[in-house]
């Protein structure tokens, strides 16, 4: 690799260090999610305004002085959907499957409150989705029942957008409907897929900024965060900024690399590398240590690999990939979606190291997850960044190609990933 090329690849994996070591919002750190011996999704119980559930390892927090309702509440709002449904003329998704669990059902006040004309809600359930392998995301699933949903009157939907709560992927929709001429019900549906069901929020009200608000203020706790929280006295559950001092687990200790493929347990990844390229992870995380401000505090390199072996005579390019770990939480910054992440980086990459940006925001879709990706024009050769938010981390992953064509190739590597749960 030349003397320019290598100043290069070490300035661009110091920018994407030192620009989120700048970040100054706080935020909590994004637990590890623990496998429950618990087997049914019901496993749940409410203590103050926290919702705890074994199964799925987490704790929700509705809003103080609503009112959770019990089963004959869930019996009767499962027979009125089902006779919704029924006139609709069928259909699917959205708890609107086989297998349904009534999680939980709070109002704003007690059904039956007289002279109240809408009962704002929130409901969580779990649908079994072992019978669909097709429905792989919360994205997939809202998808799935988006049909039954406008049978159903829905006539406004927003673009189904991943998000982070408590470091697992989300999935986030708006829609609405008439419900006469004097009221429009606005509801908000997070979902993600969890243990072979798909876990879901509702929430609705009859204003659309009061939806917003609520949804704004959701709180899921998973994991250790989930114990805390469920063990906790009602009125001081562990606030988001105490939650913060605890930092996840450095997820290099669990990294090895064998025949090509690196394994990473802490992120249930695997990676199959370009065929036969030369890993050397060492180069790089030397090439953090150089920065005296310590900008690899909370950034872990995972991996880093050329095409050839660094010296090999006569070589003039040397392509190149690197795959890191950047804890946001320890710079105090929310990053929902890897295109977060992105936008967040790329002053440093234009206006520091004068890179041309080409293209931002594609996704890529990969064991289930959304990756994004951005690519650049350098001084010499080309740069693609790509990353999602993962178990509490942003996972990018970095190639350098000669030509644009050669980057495509790079980024096809990425098919090869494999994802079980951490």
């Not at 549906?189 to 659309?208: D, G, K, M, P, Q």
């Not at 946001?328 to 440093?348: C, E, I, M, W």
């Not at 080409?358 to 080309?382: M, T």
């Not at 960044?385 to 350098?400: A, E, K, N, R, S």
């Amino acid at each position: 690799m030349s003397a320019s090329l290598t100043s290069l690849v070490r300035s661009t994996l110091l920018v994407l260090t030192l620009i989120a070591s700048c970040l100054a919002q706080e935020t909590p750190a994004l637990p590890k999610i623990s496998t429950s011996a618990h087997t049914r999704p019901d496993d749940g119980s409410i203590s103050g305004n926290v919702y705890s559930n074994k199964f799925f390892d987490f704790t929700f927090e509705f809003p103080k002085d609503w009112i959770p309702h019990g089963e004959a509440t869930n019996k009767r709002l499962e027979e009125l959907g089902n006779e919704k449904l029924k006139d609709s003329g069928g259909g699917s998704g959205l708890a609107l499957g086989k297998d349904i669990y009534h999680l939980l059902t709070v109002f704003e006040n007690e059904v039956g409150t007289p002279g109240v004309t809408f009962f704002r809600s929130e409901v969580l359930q779990a649908e079994d989705i072992s019978w669909a392998p097709g429905i792989k995301t919360g994205k997939d699933f809202l998808l799935d029942g988006a049909p039954t949903l406008k049978r159903m009157g829905y006539q406004t939907f927003s673009e189904i957008t991943p998000i982070e709560i408590g470091g697992v992927t989300f999935y986030r929709e708006d829609a609405s409907r008439r419900v006469n001429a004097e009221i429009t019900s606005y509801q908000i549906f997070f979902c993600t897929v969890l243990r072979r069901h798909a876990l879901s929020l509702a929430i609705t009200t009859e204003e659309a900024e009061a939806t917003r608000k609520l949804a704004d203020d959701i709180s899921f706790r998973f994991g250790k965060d989930a114990e805390l929280a469920a063990n906790a006295p009602a009125d001081i559950a562990p606030s988001p900024r105490e939650a913060g001092s605890r930092l996840p687990a450095n997820p290099q200790e669990t990294g090895s690399i064998e025949a090509g493929i690196y394994r990473n347990s802490y992120f249930g990844l695997t990676y199959h590398l370009p065929k036969e390229w030369y890993v050397d992870t060492r180069i790089f995380k030397e090439r953090l240590a150089e920065s005296s401000d310590d900008p690899a505090k909370g950034t872990f390199v995972l991996l880093s690999a050329n095409e050839f072996a660094p010296g090999t005579p006569g070589l003039k390019f040397n392509p190149d990939m690197a795959l890191m770990a950047i804890n946001a939480s320890a710079y105090h910054k929310v990053f929902n979606t890897g295109n977060d992440y992105l936008t967040q980086v790329r002053p440093g990459m234009v206006n520091i190291l004068h890179d041309q940006l080409l293209e931002q925001g594609a996704v890529i879709s990969v064991g289930g997850r959304e990756f994004y990706r951005a690519d650049y024009k350098r001084p010499v050769g080309y740069q693609t960044i790509v990353c999602t938010v993962w178990q509490g981390y942003v996972l990018v992953w970095t190639f350098v190609g000669q030509t644009k064509a050669q980057l495509d190739e790079l980024v096809k590597s990425m098919q090869s990933i494999s994802v079980e749960k951490p």
